[in-house]
Structure formats: structure tokens, C-alpha cells
């Protein structure tokens, strides 16, 4: 099956840092990649869909200029949580999408953000 | 708004005690339902997609079948390895993203 890395699998930063979480797909092209949030005992929140070479599409209620991402390229999609708060401490998880497998998404390991 | 439940919330077995996970959905046009397998601190795993009722996909001890309405995952002679959170999403015509359910928490006991 298609591959995702995710990296950092942890991080702890100060309160007011910024944090960037990198996602690959590693033997795949991804046309789309997703971000989500997850908290402890809850279901996969979606936060944003990166298309490769466009704006990131956030949903509602997610503030862009907090979480920045970029997807340069069809292996590359990056979050950047700016300014964390100790709020923002989290499970975030990445996924990707091929154009030519019906859809499925690939996760990441997953990303445990904790601010102090 | 497309919507996804899940029952039940938490589910204890005995090795080897079958039983089942629904997932039940509305969704304006299915384009696929989706069931993953989660491990805690881990990203979800991929499991099955089903397309169209009346489909039906088995890997190993796990068998996942679709209705119109809702789509069941079997579980045979569980093992302690398969305790685990299942999650089922779907994805409807109108866009590419998933909407998840609140997921099965299964503990399968030795």
C-alpha cells in the first residue's frame, strides 16, 4: 500500500514558538493532502485540504494565518502552527490522496504537539 | 450535511466471540465508504472502501458489507492484536472530503 511519513511523530515547544510538521508520500504523487485534528477519545476533525500548487482550502472555524500549509509539491505538504498556545496541544495527522486509487486516503503516523 | 454514526461506542470481547461494528450514514450520493483501523497514538490505517449496496470486501478476519443506509464491520474469532478503534468515513459526490465517524472502540480480551 501507498506510504506516508509524518515528522515529527512528537514536539514540545514554549508557548508562542512556531511548529512545522512535515507530511511525505513517499511512493506516490499526491494530488491532494488533508490535515486533520484529533483529541483524545474524538473522531478525526478536518482542518484544511492542500492542493499541490494551490491555496489550501480551510474549514470553518480554522484559523488560516495560525495554521499555515503549503504544498509545494506532489510528495510535500507542511503545517505550520505560528504562535502556538498551550490550546493548540494536539494530535494532528496528514493524509494523502492519489488521483488513481479510487480515492483512498493515506495517513501519517500522526503528529502529538504539546506547548507549554 | 452529510453525516456519519457509529455503534457502539465501545465494544468488549472474548477471543474468539464474533460479533459486528455498524456504521450508519446519510450523504448526498455516495461516492465511497471508507473503514480504517486505529491504534492509540497511531494515524489510521486503511481497512476497506465499499462503492455501491450490496458490496462486500473481506480481509483475513475482518468482512465489510454496504446497505444504502449503512455498512457493517464483521468481525470472526477476534484476536487480542485486533483491539483496536475502527473508523468509518464517507466520501459523497459533491467534493473530496471524508466525513468521519466517532469510531468503535473494540478490546478484544484473551
Known amino acids: 500500500g501507498a506510504v506516508v511519513s509524518q515528522h515529527p511523530s512528537w514536539v514540545i515547544c514554549k508557548s508562542g514558538t512556531s511548529v512545522k510538521i512535515e507530511c511525505r508520500s513517499l511512493?506516490?504523487?499526491?494530488?491532494?493532502m488533508f490535515w486533520y485534528r484529533q483529541f483524545p477519545k474524538q473522531s478525526l476533525m478536518l482542518m484544511a485540504t492542500s492542493n499541490e500548487g494551490s491555496k489550501a482550502t480551510y474549514e470553518q472555524g480554522v484559523e488560516k494565518d495560525k495554521f499555515l500549509i503549503n504544498h509545494a509539491s506532489l510528495t510535500l505538504s507542511t503545517l505550520t502552527v505560528t504562535s502556538a498556545h498551550p490550546e493548540d496541544s494536539s494530535f494532528y495527522i496528514c493524509?494523502?490522496?492519489?488521483?488513481?486509487?479510487?480515492?483512498?486516503?493515506?495517513f501519517g503516523a500522526g503528529t502529538r504537539l504539546s506547548v507549554l | 450535511e452529510d453525516q456519519v454514526t457509529q455503534s457502539p461506542e465501545a465494544l468488549r470481547l472474548q477471543e474468539g466471540e464474533s460479533s459486528s461494528l455498524n456504521c450508519s450514514y446519510t450523504v448526498s450520493g455516495l461516492r465511497g465508504l471508507f473503514w480504517y483501523r486505529q491504534d492509540p497514538g497511531k494515524g489510521p490505517e486503511f481497512l476497506f472502501t465499499?462503492?455501491?449496496a450490496g458490496e462486500e470486501k473481506e480481509k483475513e478476519r475482518l468482512k465489510a458489507t454496504l446497505t444504502k443506509k449503512e455498512s457493517f464491520l464483521h468481525i470472526t474469532a477476534p484476536k487480542p492484536e485486533d483491539s483496536a478503534t475502527y473508523l468509518c468515513?464517507?466520501?459523497?459526490?459533491?467534493?473530496?472530503?471524508?466525513?468521519f465517524g466517532p469510531g468503535t472502540r473494540l478490546s478484544v480480551l484473551p
Open positions: 493524509s494523502a490522496m492519489t488521483g488513481s486509487d479510487k480515492n483512498i486516503q493515506y
Open positions: 468515513a464517507v466520501q459523497g459526490n459533491y467534493g473530496q472530503n471524508f466525513v
Open positions: 511512493d506516490f504523487q499526491a494530488t491532494t
Open positions: 465499499l462503492y455501491s
